[in-house]
């Protein structure tokens, strides 16, 4: 398994942006699709983001689609979110996450088949 630390999280007014990074600690960073789920208080984790072991295909909830941008940097072992015009809504602990796969191309990520979780980093969008 790899272990995953985020930060980059932070308070912003709403339609502002903010970037949270996920650094990936472990020889095997390539053989993982990577993402971003958040969690509100009284409610279940969801999926934000996901990138394939190749970076090259991409997968977003729809409430983030064309606001969030899911990116993996082989050279810092990284995966980063960008996330523009946020909304109070957008307020969670945001969690990276990894998981093991064979698969190339997919960027499919669900809370059962995650292998690895980071601890989470807040943001808070204000209105």
């Known amino acids: 398994q790899v272990q995953l630390a985020e930060s980059g999280g932070g308070l912003v007014q709403a339609g502002g942006s903010l970037r949270v990074s996920c650094v990936v600690s472990?020889?095997?960073?390539?053989?993982?699709?990577l993402g971003w789920f958040r969690q509100v208080p009284g409610k279940e984790r969801e999926f934000v983001a996901g990138i394939s072991r190749s970076g090259d295909n991409t997968d977003y909830a729809d409430s983030v689609k064309g606001r969030f941008t899911i990116v993996r940097d082989r050279a810092w072992n990284t995966v980063s979110l960008q996330m523009n015009s946020l909304q109070p809504e957008d307020s969670a602990v945001y969690y990276c996450?990894?998981?093991?796969?064979?698969?190339?191309?997919?960027?499919?990520?669900?809370?059962?088949?995650?292998?690895?979780w980071g601890k989470g980093t807040r943001v808070i969008v204000s209105s």
């Open positions: 472990g020889r095997t960073y390539s053989r993982y699709i």
């Open positions: 996450a990894a998981r093991a796969t064979v698969l190339e191309t997919s960027a499919t990520l669900t809370t059962q088949d995650v292998d690895s």
